[in-house]
């Protein structure tokens, strides 16, 4: 017994030191979950550890697997979990928590309060209890996590090396919908992503269906704006990427997508990170399409066939697109075969064919709903100029290239 207090009162001179802050508290629990030993003094947080299921999870896991885990509850609640065994037998789990990701605000403890039931007697203990869990980023967390694994087993481990608790499905009847929901907005993304490899200026229609589909990466934090914040930065950071992949120098697309990243930071509510991000994608768009589709054509060439590129879902007749260039019917029809090659008819051909191997390859929009969106009289006059240009038909493309 002696030894095992010894060893606790490591463990918190360890948290101790760490987090320089007397609020932080260490906790060991046997190899059947009996909490044997703590520096806390609020025994609701032992409770809140077990009743959201995270005590029970840990003991499950740390039979299974040695590395560290991360635990979670709703709030944003963390704890860290470090396992020591003797020989091929769970001894005990190592916990420092409870923390926050951020401050809590009182909004958050109300809306607690009220999906707990909280009896009313309690509510002020219970308020007092959470404002005293302290914030830490989850980073910085997880570097806590690795250290204690170093110091209960000697082995030197990464962040990488983390688990995390896989958090319940709460309707498990739904999973199957779940699933195929994740499936839709990966094949949004990447939609969206290939549209900028290929400086594809007939954008908007994909990034509405995304934005339809899902509402980001699941980021627990307790703050919606920097959630928002932080789902915008990983997508500048993939369409960074996707823009070098499609020609763009990579110091022209860091220094692109850093100077919106830096916008984000400085966003204060959702709109302003809406505004941002679409603005990120739009340059990025724009500044692959410059890059790969002919800088040797005159200006009003290039507009007409950006103009092309973005209304593919449209009726676009000569007429029309004269009028957006400033030219005559005939004088446009000239300069465009003069500089292009083709004819403006053939063009438009050509670049909804492109469009169609993207839809083909990138979503489950039916070859009906493929030839009626861009603007083929029928499915089969779609398939046969599809395969006058590419050589297949659309369901064989779809066959060897659907992701």
Not at 160 to 181: E, I, M, V, W, Y
Not at 319 to 324: F, I, S, T
Not at 373 to 397: K, M
Request: with cysteine; aromatic share 10%.
């Amino acid at each position: 017994m002696e030894e095992q207090t010894n060893s606790m009162e490591a463990l918190g001179s360890f948290v101790d030191a760490l987090l320089c802050s007397p609020t932080v508290y260490a906790w060991r629990y046997s190899a059947d979950g009996a909490l044997t030993a703590t520096n806390c003094p609020i025994h609701v947080y032992h409770r809140i550890f077990e009743h959201t299921g995270c005590l029970s999870y840990m003991i499950q896991e740390g039979k299974a697997e040695r590395t560290p885990l991360i635990l979670g509850a709703e709030m944003g609640i963390l704890w860290a979990a470090v396992y020591e065994w003797e020989e091929d037998e769970l001894c005990w789990c190592y916990v420092i928590g409870p923390v926050f990701h951020n401050e809590v605000s009182n909004e958050l403890l109300a809306e607690a309060v009220r999906r707990y039931h909280i009896d009313p007697n309690w509510r002020p203990a219970f308020v007092r209890a959470m404002k005293a869990i302290p914030a830490v980023s989850s980073i910085l967390f997880f570097q806590y996590a690795v250290m204690l694994h170093c110091i209960v087993t000697g082995e030197k481990l990464s962040r990488s090396d983390l688990r995390f608790q896989n958090r319940p499905d709460p309707d498990r009847g739904k999973k199957k919908t779940a699933n195929r929901n994740r499936h839709h907005t990966y094949q949004a993304e990447q939609a969206l992503l290939q549209l900028v490899r290929d400086g594809d200026m007939n954008y908007r229609s994909a990034m509405e269906k995304a934005g339809q589909l899902s509402s980001g990466v699941g980021i627990s934090t307790n703050d919606p704006v920097n959630r928002a914040i932080l789902t915008s930065s990983n997508f500048t950071a993939l369409c960074t990427r996707a823009a070098i992949e499609g020609g763009l120098t990579p110091d022209t697309a860091y220094t692109v997508g850093d100077s919106y990243i830096q916008s984000l930071t400085e966003c204060k509510t959702i709109a302003d990170v809406r505004t941002v991000n679409h603005a990120m994608y739009e340059d990025f768009i724009q500044r692959v399409h410059r890059q790969r589709y002919n800088p040797q054509y005159s200006q009003q060439i290039q507009s007409c066939a950006a103009y092309i590129e973005a209304h593919l879902d449209e009726e676009l007749t000569l007429e029309k697109l004269a009028h957006e260039v400033g030219y005559s019917e005939y004088h446009l029809s000239r300069k465009f075969k003069e500089e292009t090659g083709d004819n403006i008819r053939d063009y438009i051909k050509f670049a909804r064919i492109e469009h169609a191997k993207l839809l083909l390859a990138a979503s489950d929009l039916s070859i009906k709903e493929i030839a009626e969106q861009l603007r083929f009289c029928a499915p089969s006059h779609f398939a046969r100029v599809f395969r006058e240009v590419t050589g297949q038909l659309p369901q064989q493309y779809r066959k060897e290239n659907y992701k």
